[in-house]
Each structure stands twice: as C-alpha cells, then as structure tokens.
C-alpha cells in the first residue's frame, strides 16, 4: 500500500512563499509523475503543476512563473516551492501520484491547508 504524506501548508502573506513536500512511502517500483492540485472553497479540483519521473513539468498558467515543482527519486518526494503568492492561490493543496507497484495505480494525499491572507 502506498501513502502520500503533504507537509509544509499554512499562512502566508501576500507576495510571500510557502514550500510544500509530498513523501510517497510503500513499496514502490516506479513513480511514474506526481503533482499538486488544489480545491478552493466551493470550486473545483484543479491541476497546479506535475513532473514525470524524468523530471518533465507541466504547469497551470495561473501559477506559471511563481512555482516550481521538483521532484527526489531517491527520497520519493516531491516539492512545490511557491512564491508570489496571491489570495487567491488560497485552498487545499493536494499531492498526487502516478505510481506503480505491482500495477500503477494514482494515489492522493490527504490535503493541506495554504492560506494567503494580510
């Protein structure tokens, strides 16, 4: 069985930085991409960025130029640096993957909470 466990969520302010991390435990063959959504209150799950394996990222444009996402192979972690923040980047954060253990199968973490607020 495979967990994702998201660290590094809270308050910032606007025009600030937050770093999130998501650990993928288990036994693991393969990560084959993992990513970061987000769900504000009364809106929909969106995509904030992803990276395969081999390090290839895939952002939203909302987010373009303000985070980073990257991943360690070696600790099956993966990171999203945000900086610039807005107000409005303000939700729950959740960490996904792609991972393949005897079969790849996605998986979620449970979510943390960012909030951008003065």
């Known amino acids: 069985q495979v967990q994702l466990v998201e660290s590094g969520g809270g308050l910032a302010q606007p025009g600030g930085s937050l770093r999130l991390a998501c650990a993928a435990s288990g036994i693991i063959f393969s990560i084959n991409s993992m990513g970061w959504y987000r769900q504000a209150p009364g809106k929909q799950r969106e995509l904030v960025a992803t990276i395969t394996g081999g390090g290839s990222t895939n952002y939203a444009d909302s987010v373009k130029g303000r985070f980073t996402i990257s991943i360690d192979n070696d600790k099956n972690t993966v990171y999203l640096q945000m900086n610039s923040l807005k107000p409005e980047d303000t939700a729950v954060y959740y960490c996904?993957?792609?991972?393949?253990?005897?079969?790849?199968?996605?998986?979620w973490g449970q979510g943390t909470q960012v909030t951008v607020s003065s």
């Open positions: 996904n993957g792609r991972i393949t253990t005897t079969r790849e199968r996605t998986y």
